[in-house]
């Protein structure tokens, strides 16, 4: 007993020693930069402006009124591949969190086990058992069964919040998928919305290019009639034939078109080619709503897009302090209990069939430490793309408002000079007409005054579409349309 004293002595003060050594190289931690996001928004839009009132907090059902496409927008939600393809994306980082959970938790497991071995007679088994054989005048069975039953367990102890650090970093991304989702939500609403717009325009233009060659038609006919009475020219038949030739053929082109919108909507819709409803005769009725902006720092709330970049910053600063864990030591526990016997009916002769055993660990990186440097460096590195990646989103989105608020006021303004100009043309053609039966106009200006009024409806009806689009595309930029 006497002589262990010494060995106790000498080996506690070196067990000592290595656990500081271990301690004081694992806390020589590069220090690197750290960089925190700019959150600041300017502070209104326009000038002097402080109200508060922001439409992106309507609901998509509240915001558009059109029956149709609310119910285009309904099937597109529940049907359209691509979001769901996002859906299950989530449902992945769902369950890489829920397995993050699980590395910090004890890992226990139970199981059971037998098999049999055969040693050879000059082995060191072998040997010992020919020693007990003599000494105790029984043999072992041969070839030895070997039946176990049991648990063990495994436990690293997250003393530095490496393990805690990771799920949460996990969480946060789960969380971004689910941003990330209605961001998605907002550019399928609004392509829809803005096809189906595009859709209206093309039924109404083309009911604007029938209309106008039953009128060119007519003015054919008194061109023929006046030819007969010798007072034109067969070049003013030709000219006039030419012209409703023209938009008689251009009807195909608009009716293509149409074709691709709808099919692009179905697409959208996820269904197969189909006629979709729309009441384009409402189209020359409809009026942009108001849009009320609020204020940019409303944005952050918002909008998916930066509430998805604010929650990948938060998990890449989590990301650096598990990357930094690596530098510290690790504890675990390691464990187990169970019955072992060379016979299964001797294994519930318990305590002889009794086995067990515990043990600790501590271990610490003391030599080519180059890869916890590298992961710990890229961590921080990423760390600092993601607040650039915030302060762009947000920058962006910033940009994105002002532009299409802007686009929405000179649409309104250019949308009602337009209308006055058609008013003119469209009954500039009644008068060219009247003074070309009288002969006080040539013939060249009654088609030209045909081809400038058809121009001028179909550049109305595409600021009316343009006025709708930005009112969608404001919607979209102020962060509504997923809620």
């Known amino acids: 007993m006497n002589t262990a004293t010494p060995i106790c002595r000498m080996i506690n003060p070196l067990a000592i020693a290595g656990l500081l050594a271990v301690l004081m190289l694992s806390s020589c931690v590069p220090a690197l930069k750290v960089r925190e ?27 558009y009124s059109d029956v149709d496409l609310r119910t285009l927008i309904d099937s597109a939600l529940a049907n359209n591949q691509e979001l769901n393809i996002l859906l299950q994306e989530i449902t992945i980082a769902q369950n890489e969190a829920r397995a993050r959970k699980g590395e910090y938790l004890p890992f226990v497991d139970f199981g059971a086990a037998a098999d049999v071995e055969k040693v050879g007679e000059f082995t060191r088994n072998g040997a010992v058992e020919e020693q007990l054989h003599v000494k105790e005048g029984e043999a072992f ?15 690293e102890l997250d003393i530095w919040k490496k393990l805690r650090n990771a799920k949460k970093a996990a969480v946060l991304r789960y ?18 919305a803005n096809s189906y717009y595009e859709l209206m325009a093309l039924d109404n233009q083309l ?4 209309n106008n060659i039953a009128i060119q ?27 409703v030739l023209k938009n008689r053929s251009l009807q195909y082109n608009i009716l293509q078109q149409i074709t691709e919108t709808e099919n692009r909507i179905n697409f959208l819709v996820g269904r197969y080619p189909q006629p979709v409803s729309r009441n ?39 990301d650096v302090k598990a990357a930094k864990a690596n530098f510290y030591p690790s504890i675990g526990l390691r464990g187990g209990v169970g019955l072992n016997a060379f016979d299964a009916t001797l294994l519930l002769e318990t305590p002889a069939s009794l086995i067990y055993n515990a043990a600790g660990d501590l271990i610490a990186p003391l030599i080519n430490r180059n890869a916890i440097k590298a992961m710990y460096v890229n ?10 990646d915030y302060e762009r989103t947000v920058l962006n989105a910033y940009v994105e408002v002002v532009n299409q608020l802007s686009n929405l006021r000179n649409l309104r303004s250019s949308f009602d000079l337009r209308e006055q100009q058609v008013a003119a043309l469209n009954s500039s053609i009644t008068i060219s007409t009247n003074l070309f039966r009288s002969a006080r106009a040539d013939y060249m ?9 058809l121009e001028s409806n179909f550049e109305l009806v595409e600021t009316r579409k343009q006025q709708l689009n930005a009112m969608v595309d404001v919607y979209q930029a102020l962060g509504g349309g997923w809620k």
């Open 280 to 318: 384009s005769p409402s189209f020359s009725k409809l009026v942009p709503d108001s849009i009320y902006a609020g204020l940019p720092s409303q944005l952050l709330t918002d909008r998916p897009d930066i509430r998805r970049a604010e929650l990948e910053l938060e998990a890449a600063k989590l």
């Open 37 to 63: 996001a700019q959150k600041n928004t300017p502070a209104a839009y326009a000038a002097g402006s402080t109200d508060t009132s922001d439409v992106a907090t309507k609901q998509w059902r509240q915001f």
């Open 207 to 210: 009911e604007i290019l029938r």
């Open 141 to 155: 069975p041969e070839p030895l069964p070997n039946f176990m039953i049991g648990a063990r367990m495994s436990w």
């Open 445 to 453: 200006e009654v088609l030209l005054t045909q081809r400038d009024a």
């Open 175 to 192: 969380l971004g998928s689910v941003e990330g989702r209605n961001f998605m939500v907002t550019h399928l609403v609004a392509e829809i």
């Open 379 to 388: 961590a921080n590195a990423r760390q600092i793309q993601a607040v650039y």
């Open 217 to 243: 038609q007519d003015a054919l006919q008194i061109v023929k009639l006046e030819k007969q009475a010798a007072k034109v020219t067969e070049l003013a038949v030709r000219r006039f034939e030419a012209e």
